[in-house]
């Protein structure tokens, strides 16, 4: 099954979205296996962000992510990676489709509260830099049997 790096960004947090964005995930039937409540450092949100380097919203990206703290996680499930960015929506609030949690509560592309990896490669690497293999837990959810084919 796969695995993917959901991070709920300094507005999620600031805003008191953390209990709707994980409720959304678990109401889905996605697992959580791993969490951590963080301040990130310049050199992770460098390392996370580096594919966007040179872009126009690159240094203030950086600024936002390193601007209060992240609630970062790993979710897996069947097609977890498709499935967490669906729920999630667009970039864009304003191009997210009804009932994703960008939808309901974004507006524009740098405020857009969740960051979600965009493949398995991308979530592989990813779930790498942001946690330890052990910091992983190994667990089965009882919802599972009635919903993993
Ligand atoms: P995320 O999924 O974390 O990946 C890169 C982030 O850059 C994205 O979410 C947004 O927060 C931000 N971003 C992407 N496009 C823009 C843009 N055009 N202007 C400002 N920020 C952007």
């Known amino acids: 099954m796969e695995k993917t790096l959901v991070l709920i960004k300094p507005d999620g947090v600031q805003r008191g979205l953390i209990g709707t964005i994980i409720e959304r995930l678990e109401k889905r039937g996605l697992r959580l296996v791993a969490a951590k409540f963080m301040q990130v450092s310049p050199e992770l949100a460098k390392k996370h962000y580096a594919v966007h380097e040179g872009k126009a919203f690159y240094p203030a990206l950086i600024d936002f992510i390193i601007s209060a703290p992240v609630m970062a996680m790993v979710w897996t499930g069947p097609d977890a990676i498709a499935a967490v960015r669906q729920t999630v929506g667009k ?59």
Request: hydrophobic share 35%.
């Open 91 to 149: 970039t864009r609030g304003t191009e997210a489709d009804p009932g994703t949690i960008r939808q309901d509560f974004a507006l524009q592309a740098r405020y857009n509260l969740v960051h979600a990896s965009d493949s398995p490669e991308t979530a592989e690497a990813e779930i790498g830099l942001w946690f330890k293999p052990e910091e992983l837990v190994d667990w089965k959810r009882c919802t599972e049997d009635w919903m993993y084919e």
